[in-house]
């Protein structure tokens, strides 16, 4: 039988969720793959920088918001919250002292480090929607989703990793690993493999009605896939990833944001509540991604750094903290996250009445 059945399999419903989860990434790919040279590079450039200023900073100080706005959170993950912080900012600095030497690899630790987090969120969000659907995946099933999806990111990595020249990122020349091309084509074979594995998982669940596999629970992986494998080659697509990374992540944060403020402050449901909630947390996390990845380089660069340079060290230290944050406040095993994600955005619109305790008859 089913088990931890949601309200609802969806957050919102099915075409909002679709668009988030990663429809909207395979209609852009599909766009971008049938206009041809319709659409300029230059102008998806222009886009994508002002896309950065609504989706991908403010999803990296949703994660900020998330720690620090609790005191309970703070104090459950102290190491994350206090600790880290100081780490990064001596991982800053060290790249700062040592341009030629230590900047280099800050640099590539994140290049290897980024895409493993973005591998790790569809993961997470695959097992999301199998518990809204009362599914629970048998061991082998889950390693099949997690295989793959990690696959589809290590193969581009090692293809271009091949070269040991590397790269620049703002300006900063980076190391490539040298890896062997075996590498590359072994992950290109395994991909294929647990990719037929998943489609067999998919038809033998779906056979069952009781445990029938939803196709949104295939969206991040085949979304993931797109994001790194198949569009990889199409640049007007590929240079958006991050953007479409930034709102799936934002989706999700801001439904556990309504839901956490609502039962944590006693609030009534309403339409009232949703819109003003969303965007008063929407405006601090824009701010907050401007402070991190717009004043936090420009204030680094008064020190007698190139703004190129000391924007690619800044961000870089941005984004590492955040994957650390992302690592604890995200864990599905902790009640605390998982319970208010099995809610329905419906809950959020419903009046509810917190009564007073009645007093006792004197």
């Not at 991908?56 to 100080?61: I, L, Y």
């Not at 280099?104 to 630790?109: A, E, G, V």
């Not at 990122?169 to 072994?186: A, D, H, K, R």
């Amino acid at each position: 039988m089913p088990k931890n059945k949601a309200a609802s399999l969806y957050f919102v419903n099915a075409p909002i969720d679709f668009l988030f989860i990663g429809g909207l990434s395979l209609l852009s790919f599909a766009i971008f793959n049938l206009s041809g040279d319709a659409i300029s590079y230059d102008s998806v450039i222009a886009g994508s920088l002002f896309l950065l200023w609504i989706g991908n900073w403010p999803h990296f100080a949703a994660s900020n918001y998330r720690l620090y706005s609790s005191r309970e959170n703070i104090r459950q993950y102290p190491l994350t919250a206090i600790v880290v912080p100081f780490v990064i900012l001596a991982g800053v600095l060290g790249a700062f002292l040592s341009p030629q030497n230590f900047a280099p690899f800050w640099i590539k630790l994140f290049l290897l480090w980024s895409p493993f987090h973005f591998s790790g969120q569809s993961v997470g969000i695959t097992l999301l929607y199998t518990r809204r659907a009362g599914i629970i995946l048998k061991p082998w099933e889950r390693y099949t989703f997690a295989a793959f999806i990690f696959l589809t990111f290590l193969f581009p990595n090692w293809a271009s990793d091949t070269n040991p020249v590397g790269g620049g990122y703002y300006g900063i020349e980076y190391p490539g690993l040298g890896v062997p091309n075996w590498f590359s084509y072994t992950a290109e074979v395994l991909i294929l493999v647990f990719g037929a594995a998943l489609a067999v998982i998919f038809a033998t669940r779906y056979q069952s009605k009781k445990e029938r596999l939803p196709w949104v629970v295939l969206l991040p992986a085949i979304t993931q896939y797109v994001w790194f494998v198949a569009g990889r080659s199409t640049r007007n697509f590929y240079i958006l990833v991050p953007f479409f990374h930034s709102i799936q992540y934002m989706f999700i944060a801001w439904v556990l944001q309504l839901k956490l403020k609502k039962d944590e402050q006693k609030i009534a449901g309403s339409r009232t509540y949703v819109t003003v909630e969303s965007l008063r947390w929407g405006v601090i996390n824009i701010f907050g991604g401007i402070t991190l990845f717009y004043l936090f380089p420009r204030f680094c660069s008064w020190f007698g750094y190139p703004l190129d340079f000391a924007t690619g060290v800044a961000i870089v230290g941005v984004q590492l903290h955040h994957f650390f944050v992302d690592g604890v406040i995200w864990k599905l095993r902790n009640p605390a996250v998982s319970a208010p994600l099995m809610g329905s955005f419906s809950e959020l619109l419903k009046t509810t009445r917190y009564r007073r305790p009645l007093r006792s008859a004197a």
